[in-house]
């Protein structure tokens, strides 16, 4: 090797001491921002490049200057993004993560409700609402000053308060609740799966138009029943089977491998032991992470 060549090899391992400690915030902020496992690790790999390149003895917060560096490239990022989701075949729902260890409470409807939000709203919750960091730092990252950055986080969450669950869910709870609805909606026991949706209950299925999925959201007991009764016959008809139950985006669910052998994750909000809300990812293109 070249003394260049010895020269950055070392750089790179000193940048990496510092940096890789702080991949897991870094990666979870990315993905809050965007809702794709993939695009959040491109942006923080596209952060260490950039971390590689900047004079470190002068940085004295490392990590204030990346979260600052991640937020920026996402927000650059989410206007691109915006334009592919007006494009998108049926519903979108972010990427799926399994048994994550949470660290806070951004749950897959809150996901859904920040999509909804300007980037600049919603780096503004994210970071001081979820993330806890000062609105100081949170309007130099925006770049805008503090008054307005309060704005915005206020604004943010009006907009995603109905978002937040009212009542913390009981894990255990939620996973026997996760079981029964497996079981019911597998082997066609529609009294069963009945009796656990809410009246109000809707349903979501991406399938980004790469696997058959219902085009608009399913909503209502009746239909949503309706469908699942359809569903089971092709259950049982050609099979479905139970991979792994636990907590997907905060909710209980479970991941099935279905007939087609491609995974399927279905996670299930729950409100005063009623399933309100079912979030079906059928699109292979975001379960690529599972394999």
């Given at each position: 090797?070249?003394?260049?060549?010895?020269?950055?090899?070392?750089?790179?391992?000193?940048?990496?001491?510092s940096?890789d400690?702080l991949r897991?915030?870094?990666t979870?902020?990315a993905?809050?921002?965007?809702?794709?496992?993939?695009?959040?690790?491109?942006v923080?790999?596209?952060a260490?490049?950039?971390?590689?390149?900047?004079?470190?003895?002068?940085v004295?917060?490392?990590?204030?200057?990346l979260?600052?560096?991640?937020?920026?490239?996402?927000?650059?990022?989410?206007k691109?993004?915006?334009?592919?989701?007006?494009?998108?075949?049926g519903p979108?729902l972010p990427?799926p993560?399994?048994?994550?260890?949470e660290?806070d409470?951004?749950?897959?409807?809150?996901?859904?409700?920040?999509?909804?939000l300007?980037?600049?709203?919603r780096?503004?919750?994210?970071?001081?609402?979820?993330?806890?960091?000062e609105?100081?730092e949170?309007?130099?990252?925006?770049?805008?000053?503090?008054?307005a950055t309060?704005?915005l986080?206020?604004?943010?969450?009006t907009?995603?308060?109905?978002?937040r669950?009212r009542?913390?869910?009981?894990?255990?709870?939620g996973?026997?609740?996760?079981?029964?609805?497996?079981?019911?909606?597998?082997?066609?026991?529609?009294?069963?799966?009945?009796?656990?949706?809410?009246?109000?209950?809707g349903?979501?299925a991406?399938?980004?138009?790469?696997?058959?999925?219902?085009m608009?959201?399913?909503?209502?007991?009746d239909?949503?029943?309706k469908?699942?009764?359809?569903?089971?016959?092709?259950?049982?008809?050609?099979?479905?089977?139970?991979?792994?139950t636990?907590?997907i985006?905060?909710?209980?669910?479970?991941?099935?491998?279905?007939?087609?052998?491609?995974?399927?994750?279905?996670?299930?909000?729950i409100?005063?032991?009623?399933v309100?809300g079912i979030?079906?990812?059928?699109?292979?293109d975001?379960?690529?992470?599972?394999h």
């Amino acid at each position: 090797m070249t003394p260049e060549g010895i020269r950055s090899a070392v750089d790179a391992a000193d940048a990496a001491v510092s940096f890789d400690p702080l991949r897991p915030l870094l990666t979870r902020v990315a993905y809050r921002m965007l809702g794709s496992v993939a695009d959040a690790e491109d942006v923080v790999q596209d952060a260490f490049i950039r971390w590689l390149g900047t004079d470190r003895s002068e940085v004295r917060e490392p990590a204030a200057f990346l979260r600052r560096t991640v937020t920026r490239l996402c927000l650059d990022q989410i206007k691109s993004a915006r334009h592919s989701r007006e494009t998108y075949v049926g519903p979108w729902l972010p990427d799926p993560l399994v048994e994550e260890e949470e660290e806070d409470d951004v749950s897959l409807p809150l996901m859904l409700a920040l999509e909804r939000l300007s980037p600049l709203e919603r780096a503004a919750f994210l970071l001081h609402d979820v993330f806890g960091v000062e609105f100081e730092e949170v309007a130099k990252t925006i770049d805008r000053d503090p008054a307005a950055t309060r704005q915005l986080a206020a604004r943010a969450r009006t907009h995603v308060r109905d978002a937040r669950p009212r009542y913390k869910l009981e894990k255990e709870q939620g996973l026997q609740i996760a079981n029964a609805f497996f079981a019911a909606s597998r082997s066609g026991d529609m009294g069963a799966l009945g009796a656990l949706l809410a009246a109000d209950v809707g349903m979501w299925a991406d399938g980004g138009g790469k696997r058959p999925a219902a085009m608009e959201p399913i909503l209502g007991h009746d239909i949503v029943l309706k469908l699942h009764r359809s569903l089971a016959v092709l259950f049982g008809k050609y099979g479905s089977t139970l991979v792994h139950t636990g907590t997907i985006n905060g909710l209980p669910g479970f991941v099935t491998r279905e007939a087609d052998g491609e995974f399927q994750t279905t996670a299930l909000e729950i409100e005063d032991g009623k399933v309100t809300g079912i979030y079906v990812m059928r699109n292979p293109d975001k379960l690529k992470h599972m394999h």
